[in-house]
């Protein structure tokens, strides 16, 4: 979102209320793996039952969800602006690092778009989506900064989340 109100999460948590406006989770588990919806809840619906549910049990998980019906791109930091000092504490903490974001249907309705700096995981991402029939498309213009230095970011259009297609790749 090119607009964000905050420009960080230091403006962010002076503008608004946790509990109310949004939550932040923070799940450890004793796995190299990490599973993010930095952008979860109301912000970009969707992105935090898929990261949910892939950690399960077995991954950690990071979320930070936008909960008040309110204009919920407010709560949008963008990723190379993402200084949420929990999620830098999780991320630094863990090897393999994914995240879910949505993206607008426009023009593509259906291709999950993967990016991010980790080429092995990434390919790794991107050959069993494919596998399991996902259209798959990779962005190098995904550069992951913020909170995450390197990683795999996954750009998921509403219409995929919401079809039940992604039940098949989270088991």
Do not use: W
Request: with cysteine; hydrophobic share 35%.
């Amino acid at each position: 979102m090119a607009n964000d109100k905050y420009s960080s999460f230091e403006e962010l948590y002076l503008g608004e209320k946790d509990g109310s406006d949004y939550l932040r989770q923070a799940v450890k588990k004793a796995s190299d793996c990490l599973i993010m919806a930095p952008h979860g809840g109301k912000i970009e619906p969707g992105t935090s039952e898929l990261a949910k549910a892939v950690a399960s049990e077995d991954h950690s998980l990071y979320l930070f969800e936008g909960i008040r019906k309110r204009p919920h791109s407010d709560l949008h930091v963008t990723s190379h602006k993402y200084d949420d000092e929990e999620a830098i504490e999780i991320v630094s903490e863990h090897a393999v690092v994914v995240a879910f974001h949505g993206r607008r249907d426009s023009d593509d309705p259906a291709t999950v778009h993967v990016g991010g700096l980790d080429a092995a995981t990434r390919d790794a991402i991107i050959n069993e989506l494919a596998s399991e029939g996902f259209d798959v498309a990779v962005f190098q213009s995904y550069q992951l900064a913020g909170c995450m230095r390197s990683g795999v970011s996954l750009r998921i259009v509403r219409s995929v989340k919401t079809d039940g297609k992604h039940q098949r790749c989270i088991g």
